[in-house]
Protein backbone atom coordinates (compact mmCIF):
# COMPACT_ATOMS: atom_id res chain seq x y z
CA UNK A 1 0.00 0.00 0.00
CA UNK A 2 2.81 2.36 -0.92
CA UNK A 3 1.64 5.46 -1.45
CA UNK A 4 4.79 7.15 -3.79
CA UNK A 5 6.91 3.88 -5.62
CA UNK A 6 9.20 4.39 -7.80
CA UNK A 7 11.38 1.80 -9.84
CA UNK A 8 14.23 1.22 -9.78
CA UNK A 9 15.31 1.74 -6.75
CA UNK A 10 19.04 1.80 -8.28
CA UNK A 11 20.26 2.26 -11.66
CA UNK A 12 23.53 2.03 -13.38
CA UNK A 13 24.31 2.30 -17.03
CA UNK A 14 27.12 3.54 -19.50
CA UNK A 15 27.26 7.42 -20.79
CA UNK A 16 25.19 7.73 -23.59
CA UNK A 17 22.28 5.28 -22.81
CA UNK A 18 18.71 6.16 -22.80
CA UNK A 19 17.09 4.98 -19.43
CA UNK A 20 13.82 5.28 -17.67
CA UNK A 21 12.75 5.54 -14.11
CA UNK A 22 9.11 4.52 -13.38
CA UNK A 23 6.76 6.89 -10.48
CA UNK A 24 3.55 5.69 -9.57
CA UNK A 25 1.17 7.26 -6.83
CA UNK A 26 -2.02 5.78 -5.33
CA UNK A 27 -3.47 8.94 -3.47
CA UNK A 28 -5.32 9.97 -5.79
CA UNK A 29 -3.43 12.95 -6.60
CA UNK A 30 -3.44 15.49 -9.56
CA UNK A 31 -0.37 17.05 -9.48
CA UNK A 32 3.30 14.89 -10.14
CA UNK A 33 6.68 16.08 -9.88
CA UNK A 34 10.46 14.90 -10.58
CA UNK A 35 13.08 16.31 -8.43
CA UNK A 36 16.86 15.75 -8.22
CA UNK A 37 19.14 15.24 -5.30
CA UNK A 38 23.34 15.89 -6.11
CA UNK A 39 26.01 14.67 -4.79
CA UNK A 40 25.80 17.87 -2.14
CA UNK A 41 22.14 16.50 -1.04
CA UNK A 42 20.97 19.80 -2.37
CA UNK A 43 17.18 19.33 -3.96
CA UNK A 44 15.94 20.99 -7.12
CA UNK A 45 12.88 20.23 -9.07
CA UNK A 46 12.42 19.63 -12.57
CA UNK A 47 9.06 19.07 -13.67
CA UNK A 48 5.57 19.70 -12.26
CA UNK A 49 3.05 17.77 -14.25
CA UNK A 50 -0.84 17.91 -13.85
CA UNK A 51 -3.70 16.76 -16.61
CA UNK A 52 -3.38 20.30 -17.53
CA UNK A 53 -0.06 21.69 -18.36
CA UNK A 54 3.59 20.77 -18.16
CA UNK A 55 5.72 22.92 -15.91
CA UNK A 56 9.36 22.91 -16.69
CA UNK A 57 12.83 23.87 -14.99
CA UNK A 58 14.07 26.02 -17.67
CA UNK A 59 17.61 24.85 -16.25
CA UNK A 60 16.95 21.06 -17.11
CA UNK A 61 18.48 19.65 -20.07
CA UNK A 62 15.95 18.59 -22.77
CA UNK A 63 17.38 15.15 -22.60
CA UNK A 64 14.65 14.60 -19.75
CA UNK A 65 11.90 14.36 -20.49
CA UNK A 66 8.53 13.18 -18.52
CA UNK A 67 6.12 11.07 -19.99
CA UNK A 68 2.52 10.39 -18.55
CA UNK A 69 0.55 7.66 -19.43
CA UNK A 70 -2.15 8.43 -16.96
CA UNK A 71 -2.74 10.78 -13.75
CA UNK A 72 -1.03 8.19 -11.26
CA UNK A 73 1.86 7.53 -13.73
CA UNK A 74 4.84 9.93 -14.47
CA UNK A 75 7.76 8.49 -16.03
CA UNK A 76 10.89 10.33 -16.43
CA UNK A 77 12.89 9.80 -19.88
CA UNK A 78 16.51 10.36 -19.85
CA UNK A 79 18.75 10.48 -23.36
CA UNK A 80 22.05 10.17 -23.96
CA UNK A 81 23.24 9.80 -20.40
CA UNK A 82 26.14 12.15 -19.27
CA UNK A 83 28.24 11.48 -16.14
CA UNK A 84 26.53 14.60 -14.82
CA UNK A 85 23.41 12.92 -14.63
CA UNK A 86 24.13 10.72 -11.84
CA UNK A 87 22.48 11.35 -8.80
CA UNK A 88 19.43 10.34 -7.02
CA UNK A 89 16.47 11.08 -8.62
CA UNK A 90 12.78 11.54 -6.68
CA UNK A 91 9.30 11.15 -7.66
CA UNK A 92 6.60 13.35 -5.58
CA UNK A 93 2.71 13.86 -6.11
CA UNK A 94 0.48 16.16 -4.32
CA UNK A 95 -3.19 17.54 -4.99
CA UNK A 96 -2.54 21.36 -7.07
CA UNK A 97 -1.27 23.51 -4.47
CA UNK A 98 -1.02 20.75 -1.56
CA UNK A 99 1.63 18.78 0.66
CA UNK A 100 3.89 16.65 -1.17
CA UNK A 101 4.71 13.19 -0.72
CA UNK A 102 7.63 11.64 -1.93
CA UNK A 103 8.90 8.55 -3.33
CA UNK A 104 11.50 6.52 -1.92
CA UNK A 105 14.05 7.91 -4.50
CA UNK A 106 16.18 6.35 -7.79
CA UNK A 107 19.79 6.29 -7.53
CA UNK A 108 21.31 7.15 -10.77
CA UNK A 109 24.85 6.09 -11.33
CA UNK A 110 26.20 6.97 -15.06
CA UNK A 111 29.90 5.22 -15.67
CA UNK B 1 14.53 35.13 -7.58
CA UNK B 2 13.49 32.91 -3.89
CA UNK B 3 16.34 31.41 -1.59
CA UNK B 4 15.84 29.74 0.86
CA UNK B 5 18.64 29.05 3.72
CA UNK B 6 18.72 26.78 6.52
CA UNK B 7 20.80 27.91 9.65
CA UNK B 8 22.89 26.21 11.17
CA UNK B 9 23.70 23.57 8.51
CA UNK B 10 24.48 20.65 11.14
CA UNK B 11 23.87 20.49 14.48
CA UNK B 12 24.53 18.22 17.41
CA UNK B 13 22.29 18.08 20.88
CA UNK B 14 21.80 15.95 23.69
CA UNK B 15 18.72 13.55 24.18
CA UNK B 16 16.00 15.34 25.89
CA UNK B 17 16.80 19.35 24.42
CA UNK B 18 14.31 21.60 23.39
CA UNK B 19 15.57 22.76 20.18
CA UNK B 20 14.44 25.18 16.65
CA UNK B 21 15.71 24.45 13.45
CA UNK B 22 15.71 27.94 11.31
CA UNK B 23 14.27 28.43 7.55
CA UNK B 24 14.94 31.91 5.67
CA UNK B 25 13.25 32.71 2.61
CA UNK B 26 13.98 35.88 0.99
CA UNK B 27 10.25 36.02 -1.43
CA UNK B 28 7.48 36.64 1.35
CA UNK B 29 4.96 35.50 -1.70
CA UNK B 30 5.07 31.83 -1.07
CA UNK B 31 1.68 29.75 -1.25
CA UNK B 32 2.63 27.41 1.22
CA UNK B 33 5.62 25.84 3.36
CA UNK B 34 6.07 22.44 4.28
CA UNK B 35 9.00 20.98 7.04
CA UNK B 36 10.57 17.36 5.70
CA UNK B 37 12.93 15.18 7.23
CA UNK B 38 15.23 13.06 5.05
CA UNK B 39 16.94 10.05 6.51
CA UNK B 40 20.26 8.91 5.24
CA UNK B 41 19.92 6.84 1.87
CA UNK B 42 15.72 7.95 2.13
CA UNK B 43 13.07 9.08 0.67
CA UNK B 44 11.60 12.59 2.10
CA UNK B 45 8.78 11.92 4.45
CA UNK B 46 6.16 14.88 5.23
CA UNK B 47 6.14 16.39 8.39
CA UNK B 48 4.17 19.51 8.28
CA UNK B 49 2.46 22.15 5.62
CA UNK B 50 1.87 25.61 6.42
CA UNK B 51 -0.92 27.59 4.29
CA UNK B 52 0.47 31.15 3.78
CA UNK B 53 -2.65 32.67 5.93
CA UNK B 54 -1.97 29.84 8.86
CA UNK B 55 0.60 30.88 11.65
CA UNK B 56 1.50 27.71 12.82
CA UNK B 57 1.15 23.94 12.77
CA UNK B 58 1.20 21.29 15.10
CA UNK B 59 1.83 17.42 15.30
CA UNK B 60 2.93 15.56 17.94
CA UNK B 61 6.38 16.76 19.51
CA UNK B 62 6.84 19.00 16.58
CA UNK B 63 5.55 22.46 15.89
CA UNK B 64 6.30 24.68 13.05
CA UNK B 65 5.74 28.30 12.72
CA UNK B 66 5.68 30.95 9.68
CA UNK B 67 6.17 34.82 9.59
CA UNK B 68 5.81 35.21 6.34
CA UNK B 69 6.98 39.30 6.86
CA UNK B 70 10.08 38.10 8.11
CA UNK B 71 10.21 35.62 5.63
CA UNK B 72 11.31 33.05 8.49
CA UNK B 73 9.76 29.65 9.73
CA UNK B 74 10.81 27.37 12.54
CA UNK B 75 10.64 24.01 13.42
CA UNK B 76 10.49 23.41 17.20
CA UNK B 77 11.34 19.93 18.17
CA UNK B 78 9.99 18.92 22.05
CA UNK B 79 12.12 16.71 24.12
CA UNK B 80 14.43 15.39 21.26
CA UNK B 81 15.29 11.71 20.67
CA UNK B 82 18.23 9.84 18.92
CA UNK B 83 15.60 8.71 16.25
CA UNK B 84 15.37 12.69 15.20
CA UNK B 85 18.32 12.39 13.78
CA UNK B 86 17.81 13.02 10.59
CA UNK B 87 18.28 16.05 7.64
CA UNK B 88 15.48 18.62 7.99
CA UNK B 89 14.15 20.59 5.15
CA UNK B 90 11.98 23.31 4.21
CA UNK B 91 10.12 23.74 1.41
CA UNK B 92 8.47 26.50 -0.29
CA UNK B 93 5.82 27.23 -3.15
CA UNK B 94 5.99 30.55 -4.58
CA UNK B 95 2.23 31.93 -4.43
CA UNK B 96 1.28 32.40 -8.38
CA UNK B 97 3.72 30.24 -9.92
CA UNK B 98 4.90 26.87 -9.98
CA UNK B 99 7.94 27.58 -8.47
CA UNK B 100 9.05 24.97 -5.71
CA UNK B 101 12.18 25.74 -3.80
CA UNK B 102 13.58 23.34 -1.58
CA UNK B 103 15.94 24.90 1.56
CA UNK B 104 20.03 23.94 2.46
CA UNK B 105 18.86 21.72 5.37
CA UNK B 106 20.00 21.52 8.99
CA UNK B 107 21.74 18.02 9.96
CA UNK B 108 20.69 16.97 13.29
CA UNK B 109 22.04 14.27 15.43
CA UNK B 110 20.62 13.61 18.63
CA UNK B 111 23.32 12.31 21.15
CA UNK B 112 21.57 9.51 23.93
Known amino acids: DTAVSQTPKYLVTQMGNDKSIKCEQN?????MYWYKQDSKKFLKIMFSYNNKELIINETVPNRFSPKSPDKAHLNLHINSLELGDSAVYFC??????????FGPGTRLTVL | KQEVTQIPAALSVPEGENLVLNCSFTDSAIYNLQWFRQDPGKGLTSLLL?????REQTSGRLNASLDKSSGRSTLYIAASQPGDSATYLCFTKASGTYKYIFGTGTRLKVLA
Open chain 2, 50 to 54: IQSSQ
Open chain 1, 27 to 31: LGHDT
Open chain 1, 92 to 101: ASSLEGGEQF
